[in-house]
T-cell receptor, first 113, second 113 residues
Framework: GESVGLHLPTLSVQEGDNSIINCAYSNSASDYFIWYKQESGKGPQFIIDIRSNMDKRQGQRVTVLLNKTVKHLSLQIAATQPGDSAVYFCAENSPGERSTLTFGKGTMLLVSP | NAGVTQTPKFQVLKTGQSMTLQCAQD?????MYWYRQDPGMGLRLIYY???????DKGEVPNGYNVSRLNKREFSLRLESAAPSQTSVYFCASSRDTSNQPQHFGDGTRLSIL
């Protein structure tokens, strides 16, 4: 696959561990946030989103936490599996007439069996 | 349930050649986007179309043109390819531009020699 993961921060965990991936976002006015998963050779895949009027949202095996005070977003993956190995990145939506998403550079998650 | 389909998947061009990347979505989304992804840079927005009949520049529009052919299709054209345009190109779509997840295709891997 392409070298999307070059120079990315890497988190290495053992299968069955819980993983926490962090993201610092840039705009205090951002009101919507998304986590994506990108496997080698594939496009980004939507995992979970959260609006700024919430501080926590849970999905299947995943939880997103939002701390607006310090502009911090985290993705928690429970019971991490080898299939979770991928690059994860956050995106923020800044409100305005040309509202579009701004993407972070990503974190590579490596899960060992 | 194809989602977002991009063609071609791979392409090699010589400097100065032209090329059109095709994208189609079957989710009845109003908004469509073109990004490029380079190692260590994250996803950068080239152009987007908030709705059929409109297009707007993103962060890195120079050297590219787009056409929103109809609600389903959004093409990206390189008029005179340059080595700096070697990248992986992703198309995405969303219901609209504000506070909605974008859904991505699997990319076009473009090399310019």
């Amino acid at each position: 696959g392409e070298s999307v993961g070059l120079h990315l921060p890497t988190l290495s965990v053992q299968e069955g561990d819980n993983s926490i991936i962090n993201c610092a976002y840039s705009n205090s006015a951002s009101d919507y946030f998304i986590w994506y998963k990108q496997e080698s050779g594939k496009g980004p895949q939507f995992i979970i989103d959260i609006r700024s009027n919430m501080d926590k949202r849970q999905g299947q095996r995943v939880t997103v936490l939002l701390n607006k005070t310090v502009k911090h977003l985290s993705l928690q993956i429970a019971a991490t599996q080898p299939g979770d190995s991928a690059v994860y990145f956050c995106a923020e939506n800044s409100p305005g007439e040309r509202s579009t998403l701004t993407f972070g550079k990503g974190t590579m998650l490596l899960v060992s069996p | 349930n194809a989602g977002v389909t991009q063609t071609p998947k791979f392409q090699v061009l010589k400097t100065g050649q032209s090329m059109t990347l095709q994208c189609a979505q079957d989710m009845n989304h109003n908004s469509m986007y073109w990004y490029r992804q380079d190692p260590g840079m994250g996803l950068r927005l080239i152009y987007y179309s908030a709705s059929e009949g409109t297009t707007d520049k993103g962060e890195v529009p120079n050297g590219y043109n787009v056409s929103r052919l109809n609600k389903r299709e959004f093409s990206l054209r390189l008029e005179s390819a340059a080595p700096s345009q070697t990248s992986v190109y992703f198309c995405a779509s969303s219901r609209d531009t504000s506070n909605q997840p974008q859904h991505f295709g699997d990319g076009t891997r473009l090399s310019i020699l």
